[in-house]
């Protein structure tokens, strides 16, 4: 069964480090998810890519977190630089297309910790 | 803005059947109502989605008045694996239209 890659599963870093986080969704999905999950939370939506294309990146905060899918495949999600609380579970997804009976495919997350 | 309210926990045993109601009383003309289940450090995976009246599938049932102002995720006779959050989600699956509450945790006992 296909699933969703991301790496690496665990990273600690202090802060005003730089992070990046690498996923890679199921072959032929269009659509592609980053979130990011505090503890306790229901997942936070980062930003939406429909290809290579940024479909909403309204809750990304830009002046640290940047998002790319260079060739509509594989995503980078980097942080720079990391703050204390940004430690969360940063989970990537992907669906074959965007909208209704599409079902969103997570990945098993990078769980990322500052200190 | 919130779109759904959910119990935050729910407890019950082997052998029952769970009914977990999610209200969404602003819900659009072109939302859907999605559930998705996730166990500690995975992420989430989809259970169910309908948009009007009664769904079934392998795993649950999803169960939505004529109002679809609310709805009930069915779990027949649940086990102990299906301890985990359950998330109602109501949207049309772009973007910030589709939005994960808090979700609620389900434990089911021996």
């Known amino acids: 069964e296909a699933e969703v890659a991301q790496s690496p599963r665990y990273k600690i870093t202090e802060k005003s480090q730089a992070v990046a986080f690498w996923c890679d969704p199921i072959?032929?999905?269009?659509?592609l998810y980053w979130y990011r999950q505090i503890l306790g939370q229901g997942p936070e939506l980062l930003v939406q890519?429909?290809?290579?294309?940024?479909?909403?990146d309204s809750q990304l905060p830009k002046d640290r977190f940047s998002a790319e899918r260079l060739k509509g495949v594989d995503s980078t999600l980097k942080i720079q630089p990391a703050e204390l609380g940004d430690s969360a579970m940063y989970l990537c997804?992907?669906?074959?297309?965007?909208?209704?009976?599409?079902?969103?495919?997570f990945g098993p997350g990078t769980r990322l910790t500052v200190l | 803005l919130a779109k759904t309210t959910q119990p935050i926990s729910m407890d019950s045993y082997e052998g029952q059947e769970v009914n977990i109601t999610c209200s969404h009383n602003n819900i659009a003309t072109n939302d859907y109502i999605t559930w998705y289940q996730q166990f500690p450090s995975q992420g989430p995976r989809f259970i169910i989605q309908g948009y009007k009246t009664k769904v079934t599938n392998e795993v649950a049932s999803l169960f939505i008045p004529a109002d679809r102002k609310s709805s009930t995720l069915s779990l027949p006779r649940v086990s102990l694996s299906d301890t985990a959050v359950y998330y109602c989600?109501?949207?049309?699956?772009?973007?910030?239209?589709?939005?994960f509450g808090p979700g609620t945790r389900l434990s089911v006992l021996p």
């Open positions: 989600l109501v949207g049309d699956n772009y973007g910030q239209n589709f939005v």
């Open positions: 072959s032929g999905h269009a659509t």
């Open positions: 997804a992907s669906s074959l297309k965007a909208g209704p009976y599409n079902e969103q495919f």
């Open positions: 890519f429909q290809d290579e294309s940024v479909v909403d």
